[in-house]
């Protein structure tokens, strides 16, 4: 969180601003952490609010609990075609054929997703759990004490990365490629470097996707095997016509989702416990309560800060008449602070007597397919973190990701003590 000097003057500027000019897309708001002032007068004022000028066009925000799971839960009229802007704020679109599941509408999504759900079913996320207690153990007794490290870089990237490596069956010693792929889409260069950077991030993308390419072609004359990308290979419905270049929407997809639900709300727990160091103590003390402090993990770091729909038809939500063609953009992070529906929601609070009311998986067709896996592995490492050590010292300044889509860490420099 940032200091109290800081959020007294962001809270002065949301409230400074006239209605009609605020934009809560601005990725500095999320750098700065900053954003929440801004969401609390949506909110209050006017909780289904049109922005008619940003750096990302014009859009709607949905900022209430309620509404995000109207829109969320209305395919029909909300649509994520990748072909009519998708499913982010970002301007563009992309064609049907290279699309991601997640960027389709019935029945075209229903019948990829299917493809993959094989190993995100309550029996296969059980059969991971002693591979990745394994992992997570390993991990952490390599971590040294009372020395500083990086939190995100030496735990949360470390275990989601092997975890993603499982998945696809990918080289083990090549894991640390898989995040990279999504940080190279989520981070958003500063405005001044937009056009300098472009095309050495073009690059360094390209040189990422290759071996999923190679990998492609390997797997392809291998025949049918059990991982996440042998799946999306042997199933003619998402095999994109032997086009590799086409199959990669759903494998950059499952990346992104695999990686950063997962990494973020781990980092985003470690800031949580900073803030509210007795909910640590009382895990120690009681370790069986992470059954609703999981959630509530999820809930407090709301790791996807929004999903962007666009309305196919002129309807009314909160009150506002949305024109077909306009885009609608659910701000999980506001929904799953939204005092109307969940109790005191500044506070974190690991015995929630509902921990599962958030928004942070999203609802309906899109609702996050592997939140069964990013709620295990959570359990596990915290489990074990609990074991080891008493406490973990946030000690310096965290560095966030520089995206308003997901919300998360960069680093975080971090001491651990017995």
């Known amino acids: ?80 075609s990748s072909e009519i802007g998708g499913i982010t704020i970002f301007p563009g679109s992309q064609p049907h054929e290279s699309s991601s599941f997640i960027g389709l509408d019935p029945p075209d999504h229903d019948h990829q997703r299917r493809v993959v759900s094989p190993l995100f079913t309550s029996h296969k996320v059980a059969e991971f759990e002693p591979l990745i207690r394994e992992r997570a153990i390993r991990i952490l007794d390599e971590l040294p004490i009372g020395e500083t490290f990086d939190f995100v870089d030496r735990v949360s990237i470390e275990l989601t990365s092997q975890m993603l490596a499982t998945l696809f069956d ?19 260069p500063q405005m001044e470097d937009l056009e300098r950077t472009r095309g050495e991030r073009q690059a360094r993308f390209t040189q990422l996707l290759f071996p999923l390419i190679m990998l492609w072609e390997q797997r392809k004359a291998q025949g049918r095997k059990d991982d996440l990308m042998s799946l999306l290979i042997s199933d003619p419905v998402t095999r994109k016509n032997d086009n590799p270049e086409l199959y990669l929407g759903n494998v950059i997809l499952l990346i992104v989702a ?57 309807i009314e939500i909160g009150g506002q008449l949305i024109r077909k063609g306009e885009k609608v953009v659910m701000w999980y992070v506001s929904g799953n602070r939204d005092g109307s529906v969940i109790p005191d929601p500044e506070r974190f609070i690991i015995d929630r007597e509902r921990p599962r009311q958030h928004v942070g998986f999203g609802f309906g067709i899109h609702r996050c397919l592997g939140n069964r896996l990013a709620e295990m592995q959570l359990k596990v490492v915290w489990e074990e973190m609990l074991k080891r050590f008493s406490r973990i010292e946030v000690v310096g300044e965290p560095q966030r990701l520089r995206s308003n889509f997901v919300k998360g860490y960069d680093a975080i420099p971090v001491r651990a003590y017995r």
């Open 258 to 314: 695999g990686s950063d639900t997962t990494r973020h709300s781990m980092s985003g727990a470690l800031m949580a416990f900073q803030q509210f160091p007795e909910a640590y103590q009382r895990l120690r003390a009681n370790p069986a309560l992470l059954d609703s402090a999981v959630p509530e993990i999820i809930r407090w770091q709301s790791p996807v800060a929004h999903m962007r729909r666009t309305a196919t038809r002129d």
């Open 1 to 80: 969180m940032p200091d109290d000097a800081s959020l007294l003057d962001a809270r002065a500027r949301a409230y400074a601003t006239p209605l009609e000019d605020i934009d809560v897309s601005r990725v500095d708001l999320f750098t700065s952490d900053t954003h929440w002032p801004y969401f609390e007068r949506l909110r209050a004022e006017a909780p289904v609010h049109y922005c008619k000028s940003s750096e990302f066009g014009s859009y709607w925000s949905v900022t209430r609990f309620a509404d995000i799971v109207a829109v969320d839960s209305n395919h029909e009229a909300f649509s994520s």
């Open 170 to 188: 990918y080289p083990f010693e090549q894991r640390r490629d898989l995040p990279r792929i999504s940080d190279e889409i989520l981070n958003v």
